[in-house]
């Protein structure tokens, strides 16, 4: 499967941007997907999971209330984020290809888009 981000932007704390993620080719694979981030000099971390087939979600506790995973059940899955921190600030993205273990974590997915940049100022 191949999966591209897009919709990241520069925003002044407070505002919203909506992320999106489209996966195409073997597309078996994203019942499963999930958004990651990493700020320079820190690890991956999961900040949102959404099984797409029956619509559970799970976020991390420092966007919840804020970020919400959604999906169109065309393949594509969103991240609506508001009220922005700078703290937020990372390169976000998408995942897919279950592996198993927690959703939180980088090695529970096995592909991975190429990013897409979120700067809070």
């Known amino acids: 499967v191949q999966l591209v981000e897009s919709g990241g932007g520069s925003v002044q704390a407070g505002g919203s941007l909506r992320l999106s993620c489209t996966a195409s080719?073997?597309?078996?694979?994203?019942?499963?997907m999930g958004w990651f981030r990493q700020a320079p000099g820190k690890v991956r971390e999961g900040v949102a999971y959404?099984?797409?087939?029956?619509?559970?979600t799970y976020y991390a506790v420092s966007v919840k209330g804020r970020f919400t995973i959604s999906t169109d059940n065309t393949n594509t899955v969103f991240l609506q984020m508001h009220s922005l921190k700078p703290e937020d600030t990372a390169m976000y993205y998408c995942?897919?290809?279950?592996?198993?273990?927690?959703?939180?974590?980088?090695?529970?997915?096995?592909?991975w888009g190429q990013g897409t940049q979120v700067t809070v100022s």
């Open positions: 995942a897919a290809g279950w592996r198993g273990g927690t959703w939180d974590r980088p090695s529970s997915f096995a592909e």
């Open positions: 959404i099984y797409t087939i029956g619509g559970s």
């Open positions: 080719g073997n597309t078996y694979s994203t019942a499963c």
